[in-house]
């Protein structure tokens, strides 16, 4: 598990500063749902903690390393997005065992990581279905899969950009708790991105609001003004 420090970063596509100097602290365990309209930089900023999107300036440190000392394979990191990008001709404990296999020499697993690709199964609450394929299943189940492929790799910090969002209402509103479930059982430190209001509020120990790269507004969801 690990503390996230996020110091006056900034990201530019060309004459596009997305970010635009985000600076702020997150706890060990503790989930930050960042908020914000489409075109804010969330995902930018997302993009920039996991290592695929290059900073301007700034500093990202995990733990109290920063992470440009880091490779991306050691960060302890996971990312789960929007479409959940399962493979279709692996099976549902396949799907998940891959993430462990990419660690592995030679893709070769040990027996502690079919016994953790297990945990993570029964974690999202899917044993049953470990044989069966993406297609037999539903949105809300793959999405499991793809928190369960997630989390089997014990990230430090797992970050999700509009996990979400592909599902109905009263879907959303189960994963919810079931997300808060999943990080009081793992003590991952999560980021969460997602437009949805409700969402950010029930989710985060911290809500940050973005606009025009930059984070106007971040608190514990008592503090935030929920109409800015
Ligand atoms: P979001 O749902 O986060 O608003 P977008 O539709 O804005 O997603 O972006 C989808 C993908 O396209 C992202 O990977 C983003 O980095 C990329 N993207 C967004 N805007 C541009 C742009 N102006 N030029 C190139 N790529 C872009
Ligand atoms: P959000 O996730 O809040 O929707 P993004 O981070 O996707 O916002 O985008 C922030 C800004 O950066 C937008 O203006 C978007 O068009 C631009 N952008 C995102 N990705 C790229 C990219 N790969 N190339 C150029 N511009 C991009």
């Known amino acids: 598990m690990a503390e996230l420090t996020v110091t006056d970063v900034r990201v530019r596509y060309g004459d596009v500063l997305a970010v635009d100097g985000v600076s702020f602290h997150l706890a060990s365990g ?10 804010c930089g969330k995902s930018t900023l997302l993009g920039s903690i996991a290592g695929f999107v290059g900073i ?20 302890g990191l996971s990312m789960v997005f929007q479409t959940h ?3 279709p001709h692996l099976s549902v404990l396949e799907n998940v065992l891959f993430g462990l296999r990419a660690r592995r ?28 394929y993406p297609e037999e299943l539903s949105g809300g189940q793959r999405q499991r899969v793809a928190l369960a492929r997630a989390l089997v790799v014990q990230p430090a910090v797992l970050l999700l950009d509009e996990p979400l969002s592909s599902l109905d209402a ?5 994963m919810r708790i079931e997300l808060r ?11 969460y991105v997602t437009h949805d209001k409700d969402e950010a509020f029930a989710l985060g120990d ?8 930059k984070l106007v507004q971040l608190g514990p969801p008592e503090q935030v003004c929920r109409e800015p």
């Open 30 to 39: 503790t989930t930050l749902a960042l908020l914000g309209p489409s075109g």
């Open 170 to 174: 009263k879907l959303r509103a189960e």
């Open 85 to 87: 990008a399962l493979f």
């Open 206 to 213: 911290l809500v940050g609001v973005m606009n025009r790269g």
């Open 105 to 132: 020499r030679r893709g070769r697993l040990t027996p502690a990581d079919r016994q953790a690709a297990a945990a993570a199964l029964a974690l999202v609450r899917l044993t049953e279905y470990r044989d069966r």
């Open 56 to 75: 301007e300036s700034g500093t990202i440190a995990l733990g109290g390393r920063d992470v440009a000392d880091l490779p991306v394979r050691k960060r």
């Open 181 to 191: 479930e999943l990080q009081a059982a793992t003590g991952v430190t999560m980021v």
